[in-house]
């Protein structure tokens, strides 16, 4: 009998020592059970998927990029930024139509967002509708008072092909402008 007390002591003592201040039991750390999910606050402090994303594109791991830029958007919402990297992500992987939509919503969400115009007019001219493509080459021309070469010969690009439909350019380059950070630009080619 004292020994089945004595255990049930050892018992009760245990369960209380695990108890924290609020009543609960604390968690113990090598358990079977595979950990739960990051709160917002651990994720705040990782790598910003955007950037992640970002580096993705440049070694042409477009995929991954998708998945980095999405983790971005779980973190920072859907902001013009995040809409823009996957609508140029899927731009690249020759999904015209979603990118198309991701980068009409990018520039609904910031209609002063050269990245966003320039690309949506990537697709655009990718898609065969050229007479579209000029009119956001130009608003993209504007917004940015010209400064970009490439949106300068994207735009005469367009103009070219509207007035001879046949007119193929010499050496045919996709370029994409991708905002890199607040007032930085970076100009991605790929032949």
Known sequence: MTLVRCLLLVCAASALGACQSSGRLAPLEDSPFAPGTATRAATEDSVDGLIVGHRLVEAGE???????????????????????????????????????????????????????????????????????????????????????????????????????PSYTPANNHNFDLVRRGPGSYRLLSTP
């Open 62 to 164: 477009y995929e991954l990029a998708l998945k980095a830029y999405y983790r971005a958007a779980a973190v920072q919402g859907m902001t013009v930024d995040v809409l823009s990297a996957l609508g140029s992500a899927n731009l690249r992987l020759g999904r015209l139509h979603q990118a198309e939509t991701l980068l009409r919503q990018a520039t609904q969400e910031d209609a002063d967002f050269v990245p966003a115009w320039n690309n949506l007019g990537v697709a655009l001219m990718e898609k065969g509708e050229t007479g579209e493509a000029m009119r956001v080459f130009r608003i993209a021309f504007g917004l940015d008072s010209g400064a970009t070469p490439m949106i300068r010969e994207n735009l005469r690009l367009a103009l070219a092909k509207m007035e001879n």
